[in-house]
């Protein structure tokens, strides 16, 4: 039982004996006095519900004191030379880092325990010193923390640790908080507030804390691990994880088209690839996107390229990574084998919903795909659904196969940017990796018409040439056309030519960005119309609406707004069912938003957000109601 359960539980027993003593003082039980230590036992349930609030499960799996006793020895040793407080929990998980996990165990008032996750993969694919800066970073908010009156005083004169391990701990309490089906005004009395008010303030202020905790974290790794070290655990890890995302795990799961179960040993497999994954034809170019990427929403560490400029030049390092003996190898020896058979076992049994679903999925292509071809024998497929065709018929037979849909798409729809971009697509698909200038000085015509067209679509004045624009996603076609055509010249290695591909790429984004800030306003009157998409690409959309519970009514509709000419914004509009069955208020919907085709822009409009709750929103909320053909979807009885 969680430690929260149990202090709820004291409280409501100590409430009870303080009832039954002042009923035993006064000798009666039917005195008035039993009506306000109800009404105490009725508040008090609020409290005790916010104190055995728990934490998501863990991932991974756990690893006993016995067991792995050199990773302990290396964790140990790390969290000594920072003086940081000791790990209550060690585990591995299959992905490709290192994370300390706060879990709390009174709730909000936390007391956390400190679960350290290492990814075998990681340990797999880096040294014994590289693996040691990464968990030595991890470890860095716990320092200098020892009885309460130390980690007081330390909160008060360095806050910027104690903030990072609180908002940790908060994080992961509203990760598994959910509001109460029964009578939430009450069970969530306390809880609530807490998480839509004083948790986002608290949040947005902990989150330049975080940023400085961060930065500091990277300097004690560089004083205790060294520059090298940080370096290759950075680099190589930014190369395997594009290698993992774009090659290993989508092989993996193409098995899924045959199997309703997982039938692959991915760690297994992993295990003699990852080394390799540096040496990959790609890897240049990941790892240039590495270098010019973000980082991803909730990480505050810094950008790739800032973090290595502190190791100095660090480029020759790229390699380093897949040199020498791994971790695995060296602090797990002979036991190697066992923990990698058990992550597999694990993985498998967590990833056997989401399979099933794949499979199913997969099955459902196969027969959309069926359809399209028999209605386009018939009578001729519009644009939407000849392009739904292409994506289709790539997904389940292959890029080779839908090279001649393409094709046909472009001679009947010759000004569509969709099916240029497509059939430029499917026709690098095909390909494969293209050979270095260096390899091969001649491209065959099939990839020179591929990049032909992609430098058409990515080109600002191509729609000149054409006579005019041809529809109003034009733009939205020219940044991932860009993008592609990049990817192209960097397997080919094309200096020159990458170099215009980029500038206009960064001319592409400032361009989104400006049409972006117009199209997000929503102040004043908004240019609305229903989108224009036909009913097979809305197919797996409406299928998962019917799904959710929550999910009373959905619209879907296109903003355009004329200081952002050829640029469409896709909104798509939720409105909450009367099911008992709701996730938080500032649920974001990210899994309906992704079942929208690429390059569609959408955004997710929650009607119980509350930025669209209130007579400030009222008029729009109306509009985007009453505009006709808007409406995708409405449960029964909505």
Same mark, same amino acid.
């Given at each position: 039982?969680?430690?929260?359960?149990?202090?709820?539980?004291?409280?409501?027993?100590?409430?009870?004996?303080?009832?039954?003593?002042?009923?035993?003082?006064?000798?009666?039980?039917?005195?008035?006095?039993?009506?306000?230590?109800?009404?105490?036992?009725?508040?008090?349930?609020?409290?005790?519900?916010?104190?055995?609030?728990?934490?998501?499960?863990?991932?991974?799996?756990?690893?006993?004191?016995?067991?792995?006793?050199?990773?302990?020895?290396?964790?140990?040793?790390?969290?000594?030379?920072?003086?940081?407080?000791?790990?209550?929990?060690?585990?591995?998980?299959?992905?490709?880092?290192?994370?300390?996990?706060?879990?709390?165990?009174?709730?909000?008032?936390?007391?956390?325990?400190?679960?350290?996750?290492?990814?075998?993969?990681?340990?797999?694919?880096?040294?014994?010193?590289?693996?040691?800066?990464?968990?030595?970073?991890?470890?860095?908010?716990?320092?200098?923390?020892?009885?309460?009156?130390?980690?007081?005083?330390?909160?008060?004169?360095?806050?910027?640790?104690?903030?990072?391990?609180?908002?940790?701990?908060?994080?992961?309490?509203?990760?598994?908080?959910?509001?109460?089906?029964?009578?939430?005004?009450?069970?969530?009395?306390?809880?609530?507030?807490?998480?839509?008010?004083?948790?986002?303030?608290?949040?947005?202020?902990?989150?330049?804390?975080?940023?400085?905790?961060?930065?500091?974290?990277?300097?004690?790794?560089?004083?205790?691990?060294?520059?090298?070290?940080?370096?290759?655990?950075?680099?190589?890890?930014?190369?395997?994880?594009?290698?993992?995302?774009?090659?290993?795990?989508?092989?993996?799961?193409?098995?899924?088209?045959?199997?309703?179960?997982?039938?692959?040993?991915?760690?297994?497999?992993?295990?003699?690839?990852?080394?390799?994954?540096?040496?990959?034809?790609?890897?240049?170019?990941?790892?240039?996107?590495?270098?010019?990427?973000?980082?991803?929403?909730?990480?505050?560490?810094?950008?790739?390229?800032?973090?290595?400029?502190?190791?100095?030049?660090?480029?020759?390092?790229?390699?380093?990574?897949?040199?020498?003996?791994?971790?695995?190898?060296?602090?797990?020896?002979?036991?190697?084998?066992?923990?990698?058979?058990?992550?597999?076992?694990?993985?498998?049994?967590?990833?056997?919903?989401?399979?099933?679903?794949?499979?199913?999925?997969?099955?459902?292509?196969?027969?959309?795909?069926?359809?399209?071809?028999?209605?386009?024998?018939?009578?001729?497929?519009?644009?939407?659904?000849?392009?739904?065709?292409?994506?289709?018929?790539?997904?389940?037979?292959?890029?080779?196969?839908?090279?001649?849909?393409?094709?046909?798409?472009?001679?009947?729809?010759?000004?569509?940017? $969709?099916?240029?971009? !497509? /059939? #430029?697509? &499917?026709?690098?698909? =095909? %390909? *494969?990796?293209?050979?270095?200038?260096?390899?091969?000085?001649?491209?065959?015509?099939?990839?020179?018409?591929?990049?032909?067209?992609?430098?058409?679509?990515?080109?600002?004045?191509?729609?000149?040439?054409?006579?005019?624009?041809?529809?109003?996603?034009?733009?939205?076609?020219?940044?991932?056309?860009?993008?592609?055509?990049?990817?192209?010249?960097?397997?080919?290695?094309?200096?020159?030519?990458?170099?215009?591909?980029?500038?206009?790429?960064?001319?592409?984004?400032?361009?989104?960005?400006?049409?972006?800030?117009?199209?997000?306003?929503?102040?004043?009157?908004?240019?609305?119309?229903?989108?224009?998409?036909?009913?097979?690409?809305?197919?797996?959309?409406?299928?998962?609406?019917?799904?959710?519970?929550?999910? $009373?009514?959905?619209? !879907? /509709? #296109?903003? &355009?707004?004329?200081? =952002? %000419? *050829?640029?469409?914004?896709?909104?798509?509009?939720?409105?909450?069912?009367?099911?008992?069955?709701?996730?938080?208020?500032?649920?974001?919907?990210?899994?309906?938003?992704?079942?929208?085709?690429?390059?569609?822009?959408?955004?997710?409009?929650?009607?119980?957000?509350?930025?669209?709750?209130?007579?400030?929103?009222?008029?729009?909320?109306?509009?985007?109601?009453?505009?006709?053909?808007?409406?995708?979807?409405?449960?029964?009885?909505?």
């Amino acid at each position: 039982m969680a430690l929260g359960a149990i202090a709820g539980l004291a409280l409501l027993l100590g409430l009870g004996l303080l009832v039954c003593l002042i009923g035993w003082l006064h000798g009666s039980w039917g005195a008035l006095w039993l009506i306000p230590g109800l009404l105490l036992l009725a508040a008090s349930w609020p409290v005790v519900r916010a104190l055995r609030l728990q934490a998501p499960p863990l991932e991974g799996v756990a690893i006993d004191p016995h067991q792995a006793k050199e990773v302990h020895a290396l964790v140990e040793k790390m969290r000594a030379g920072l003086d940081a407080a000791p790990v209550d929990e060690l585990r591995f998980d299959v992905s490709l880092d290192v994370k300390l996990v706060m879990q709390p165990r009174l709730g909000i008032l936390g007391l956390p325990r400190r679960v350290l996750i290492i990814g075998l993969p990681l340990m797999m694919a880096l040294g014994t010193e590289p693996l040691a800066a990464l968990i030595t970073h991890a470890l860095a908010p716990l320092r200098k923390q020892g009885n309460w009156r130390d980690a007081l005083k330390e909160a008060l004169r360095e806050p910027a640790a104690w903030v990072e391990r609180q908002r940790r701990t908060w994080q992961v309490l509203e990760d598994g908080w959910t509001r109460s089906r029964l009578l939430p005004w009450w069970q969530d009395a306390l809880l609530a507030p807490f998480m839509e008010r004083f948790l986002p303030r608290f949040n947005a202020r902990a989150v330049v804390l975080g940023r400085e905790e961060a930065a500091i974290a990277d300097r004690l790794v560089l004083s205790q691990c060294g520059a090298t070290a940080l370096a290759t655990g950075l680099m190589g890890p930014a190369v395997q994880r594009r290698f993992l995302d774009e090659v290993f795990w989508p092989q993996r799961w193409a098995s899924a088209r045959e199997s309703h179960l997982p039938n692959v040993l991915p760690l297994r497999e992993l295990r003699a690839l990852i080394g390799a994954s540096l040496r990959h034809p790609q890897a240049t170019g990941w790892l240039h996107d590495s270098l010019q990427a973000l980082p991803p929403k909730g990480d505050l560490r810094a950008s790739l390229r800032d973090r290595l400029a502190l190791t100095g030049d660090a480029a020759r390092l790229s390699k380093r990574a897949s040199e020498g003996r791994s971790a695995a190898d060296a602090l797990l020896g002979r036991q190697l084998d066992s923990w990698i058979d058990l992550l597999d076992t694990y993985w498998q049994r967590e990833a056997a919903a989401q399979w099933a679903e794949v499979h199913a999925t997969h099955r459902e292509r196969e027969k959309l795909l069926t359809e399209l071809v028999e209605s386009h024998t018939s009578r001729p497929l519009a644009l939407d659904d000849h392009l739904l065709w292409i994506r289709t018929a790539s997904l389940v037979k292959g890029p080779a196969s839908a090279v001649p849909i393409a094709r046909e798409a472009v001679s009947r729809y010759p000004k569509s940017p $969709g099916a240029r971009f !497509l /059939l #430029a697509c &499917t026709l690098l698909d =095909a %390909r *494969g990796l293209l050979p270095s200038r260096h390899l091969l000085p001649d491209l065959p015509p099939d990839a020179n018409e591929a990049l032909g067209l992609l430098r058409e679509l990515s080109d600002e004045h191509a729609d000149d040439a054409r006579g005019g624009a041809s529809d109003s996603h034009d733009q939205a076609w020219a940044l991932p056309a860009a993008r592609r055509l990049e990817r192209a010249l960097i397997q080919r290695e094309g200096i020159e030519a990458l170099r215009a591909v980029r500038l206009r790429i960064a001319e592409l984004e400032r361009d989104a960005a400006k049409a972006m800030d117009v199209l997000t306003d929503f102040s004043g009157l908004q240019l609305l119309g229903p989108a224009k998409m036909g009913g097979r690409s809305l197919r797996p959309l409406l299928d998962r609406l019917k799904r959710e519970p929550a999910v $009373g009514r959905a619209w !879907l /509709l #296109a903003k &355009t707004d004329t200081r =952002a %000419r *050829g640029w469409v914004l896709h909104l798509l509009v939720i409105e909450r069912s009367t099911s008992l069955e709701q996730p938080g208020p500032r649920h974001e919907w990210a899994e309906l938003q992704a079942l929208l085709d690429a390059p569609v822009i959408c955004r997710v409009i929650d009607l119980s957000h509350p930025d669209w709750i209130g007579p400030r929103r009222m008029d729009l909320v109306q509009q985007i109601q009453e505009t006709s053909g808007g409406r995708i979807y409405a449960a029964r009885g909505n």
